[in-house]
């Protein structure tokens, strides 16, 4: 069985997210806990992600156009830990 966590930020952000963008978490970690996670599978309307850079071996799902939430992964002890939840910026740089 998968063990889902949220840091401390996450957990902050989360409070100040919208109710939507709450629930559709609330549904993907219901999602994980039945089946598992693997960035391979067909996750409808999250579109996980591995991310690059200096967030290398993270990953993001969609919560909608806007907000996403970055994960990680532990394999030796089966944990998917919920980092932060953040609307992503589109702007360009």
């Keep these: 069985m998968i063990t889902i966590v ?3 930020a996450a957990q902050k952000s989360f409070r100040k997210a919208p109710p939507q963008v709450q629930q559709k978490l609330k549904v993907f970690v219901a ?30 799902i969609r919560l909608n156009r806007q907000w996403r939430a970055i994960l990680t992964e532990t394999h030796e002890t089966l944990t998917l830990t919920i980092v932060e939840i953040t609307p992503h910026d589109y702007r360009v740089r």
């Design 6 to 8: 949220f840091t401390k």
């Design 31 to 60: 999602l994980v806990k039945r089946n598992g996670f693997s960035d391979k599978m067909d996750w409808q309307g999250f579109s996980p992600e591995m991310l690059q850079g200096e967030r290398w071996g993270q990953y993001s």
